[in-house]
Nanobody, 125 residues
Framework: QVQLVESGGGLVLAGGSLRLSCAAS????????MGWFRQAPGKAREFVAA??????????YYADSVKGRFTISRDSAKNTVYLQMNSLKPEDTAVYYC????????????????WGQGTQVTVSS
């Protein structure tokens, strides 16, 4: 089992920044690829970013809608994954979820085995 706890959401003005954190506990953190997804009211859950690692190489993946504005990273010593969100737009408003899975870089929610409870991000104009 892997437990995931997100934090860092909140209300921000358009153009502002937030950093989300996802603290993992349980099974060995390094075994899993990590992803961030978001879900706005009335919409399907959508892929935001993912990170995986193999040996000394880290791989990152982004949705086109956030590329260049969001950055996913990890701190293996803290078993934590981050999502730095810059230049936020009202359309980024959603509940953001952290997920862990064994498929590297996948954008499909069904391929992630563990999920956090979500953190609300609201971007006002």
């Amino acid at each position: 089992q892997v437990q995931l706890v997100e934090s860092g959401g909140g209300l921000v003005l358009a153009g502002g920044s937030l950093r989300l954190s996802c603290a993992a506990s349980g099974r060995t953190f390094s075994r899993y690829a990590m992803g961030w997804f978001r879900q706005a009211p009335g919409k399907a859950r959508e892929f935001v970013a993912a990170i995986s690692w193999n040996g000394g190489t880290t791989y990152t993946y982004y949705a086109d809608s956030v590329k260049g504005r969001f950055t996913i990273s990890r701190d293996s010593a803290k078993n934590t994954v981050y999502l730095q969100m810059n230049s936020l737009k009202p359309e980024d408003t959603a509940v953001y979820y952290c997920a862990a899975g064994t498929s590297s870089g996948t954008r499909r929610p069904v391929e992630y085995e563990y999920w956090g409870q979500g953190t609300q991000v609201t971007v006002s104009s």
